[in-house]
């Protein structure tokens, strides 16, 4: 069911005088989609809106976008790291060390022009977020701050009501779905006796001179307790430092929310802080109503980046997905490959995607396989705790088995009280890859969608169901995933094992052997030589697989007295299938 049609948002002067006259016959303006607050994370689902050409406003409370960074961090430096070299060309690889740009098609819009800084300023943030706003045209309503907001049932909407929301000047607005992008900005209260002296982050000074001479008691150990220390470390007496928990470093935890080398605020408690809201980022209690940014990270509270804008960039775009295919019958991007296809296109994604990195053990890649396992589809970075529902939200079928390719850290290996740099923590050989620590890719197979008891009721521990098969590719502190025979090979055996089938690639000369020896042809040869597809002979090529030993020369045969071959023709060739136990000839 689609959404209604878009309506201006102001009527021409003769209604606006009829509803003044009448005020029972106002109507109140529409719009298909509502975002609440013009910071980064409104600003990127305004983004993806407005390239599928859909109806929505913006609504901010202040005179431009990221209100927030012009206040926070106080002391205005960000722990979001902004690496402009990389010795890498990929601009997708390259977002993986961006941990400040928003997702658009214009590489002028990336934050590595705003800042030469590993740690940017925040200002430049603000600076950065405004010209977001302004070069892609985004629709806005600034100095509008939303007071109310209530649910009008009505049969004529998609899920029976329409949310009402009401600004500053009594203004009513009419949505059929809300988005919610106001992020966290309620202090932490304390209560003790004497709490009434506390000052708390958001008024305490950032001038060390209002502390010359004295002894300060810090409440917290995280980000913004740090962040304070810091500045009014040399003037002061004596700093404390209380918490109810150690101190978390996020090198051990791999949480950028614990404590890092430069500081920023941080989260609360968990209950009181973060909203409850399903995998798919929509709010158990009212449908149409999600979550995005920082408030989303209920779904990944101290387990990925959820909560930052290198994580939430990734999030945000797959609620826009499942909502192009609830609201508008777009299906979830895919793309359609041969079965040959299968290992380069995994290699490729684990080496490169920014959003499997930064969303690990979050959002994951889903491979479909299609009847008779000649093609497949890749889906990009689907919510995996909604596995169960995959037909349902992307409208795409499960029905001949599928792959799931995830990443993840090892299981008991970072954590506040754990030794991350023991010293057999590095796992080096391709057999022990399942023992693998830093974060490494995992694949997941099915023979069929695993249902949502099978998902609610997992093994402990364990981000999916139980698997028909599942690898490890052995972990790299480059996280490069290329080497031939550590790598590649491993992973190519796996998925044949899966399949029950010859991934390899073949020479023309080793299909027509195969043509005439086997039932089954491996899918390279079925999709390229039975069907003259593949590589056309040349002389260059002929000389690379008699140098590297895949085919004898027999052109040099055919030279020797009485050899009568025909001028310009090899001759027969001879069998070319490689020995399986030569890993470097099997490759």
């Known amino acids: 069911m689609g959404l209604s049609a878009a309506a201006p948002l102001w009527g021409p002067p003769g209604l606006l005088l009829a509803f003044a006259l009448h005020p029972v016959l106002a109507l109140r303006p529409h719009r298909d989609y509502c975002i609440l607050g013009a910071g980064p994370a409104g600003l990127q689902m305004a983004y993806f809106l407005q390239r599928a050409g859909r109806d929505y406003v913006v609504f901010e409370r202040s005179s431009r976008p990221g209100s927030f960074f012009a206040r926070y961090p106080r002391h205005r430096k960000l722990i979001s790291i902004n690496k402009r070299f ?276 979050v959002l994951a890649d889903v491979i479909l396989l299609k009847e008779n396992t000649t093609t497949f589809e890749y889906l990009e970075e689907f919510p995996m705790q909604m596995l169960a529902q995959l037909e349902t939200l992307t409208g795409r079928k499960a029905r001949h088995g599928l792959f799931i390719i995830n990443m993840e850290y090892g299981k008991n290996y970072s954590g506040p009280d754990k030794d991350v740099f023991f010293y057999d923590r590095s796992v080096g050989h391709m057999r022990d890859a399942w023992q693998s620590n830093f974060l490494h890719p995992v694949i997941y197979y099915y023979r069929h969608l695993p249902t949502e008891q099978e998902v609610r009721f997992r093994p402990a521990d364990w981000l999916l169901p139980r698997p028909t098969a599942i690898h490890h590719i052995v972990e790299d502190f480059l996280t490069d995933w290329t080497a031939p025979i550590a790598h590649i090979l491993p992973l190519r055996r796996f998925l044949e094992n899966c399949l029950d089938t010859d991934l390899r690639n073949f020479y023309a000369e080793s299909c027509f052997l195969f043509t005439l020896t086997r039932q089954k042809l491996p899918p390279f040869c079925q999709q390229g030589y039975l069907k003259m597809q593949g590589l056309v002979g040349t002389e260059h090529l002929r000389r690379h697989r008699v140098e590297s030993g895949l085919l004898r020369d027999y052109t040099a045969t055919s030279q020797r007295p009485g050899n009568q071959g025909p001028v310009g023709h090899p001759l027969a060739p001879g069998p070319t299938v490689q020995p399986l136990d030569n890993k470097k000839r099997e490759l």
Not at 92 to 112: A, K, V
Not at 117 to 146: E, S
Not at 263 to 283: D, Q, T, V, W
Request: aromatic letters at 12%.
């Open 86 to 361: 990389t010795g890498k060309a990929n601009a997708e690889f390259n977002l993986r060390h961006d941990w400040n740009s928003l997702l658009s098609h214009d590489p002028r819009l990336l934050f590595r022009h705003y800042s030469r800084a590993y740690f940017p300023d925040a200002g430049d943030m603000v600076r950065y977020l405004g010209d977001f706003a302004d070069k892609l045209g985004l629709h806005i309503l600034y100095n509008t701050t939303i007071a109310h907001v209530r649910l009008d049932k009505d049969g004529q909407a998609w899920n029976g009501h329409y949310f009402i929301l009401t600004d500053q000047k009594g203004q009513a607005y009419r949505c059929s779905v809300l988005l919610v992008a106001t992020g966290l900005s309620v202090p932490n209260q304390v209560d003790f006796p004497g709490s009434e002296y506390v000052e708390g982050y958001e008024s305490v000074s950032t001038d060390p001179e209002d502390f010359e001479g004295q002894n300060v008691l810090i409440l917290g150990r995280g980000n913004s307790a740090f962040e304070t220390a810091e500045n009014i470390l040399g003037v002061t007496n004596f700093i404390h430092m209380l918490s109810r928990s150690r101190v978390r470093l996020s090198w051990a935890t791999h949480y950028v929310g614990d404590l890092s080398s430069l500081r920023l605020s941080s989260g609360g408690a968990f209950s009181k802080k973060y909203p409850l809201i399903k995998a798919s980022y929509e709010s158990k209690g009212s449908r149409g109503l999600f979550v995005l940014g920082t408030a989303s990270h209920s779904v990944d509270y101290r387990k990925s980046a959820g909560g930052f804008i290198h994580g939430f960039r990734y999030t945000v775009r797959a609620v826009h997905r499942l909502l192009e295919h609830r609201h508008h019958g777009v299906a979830w991007p895919s793309t359609e490959r041969p079965i040959t296809q299968l290992t380069s296109s995994i290699i490729r994604r684990v080496n490169e995607a920014s959003g499997l990195y930064q969303m690990f053990s």
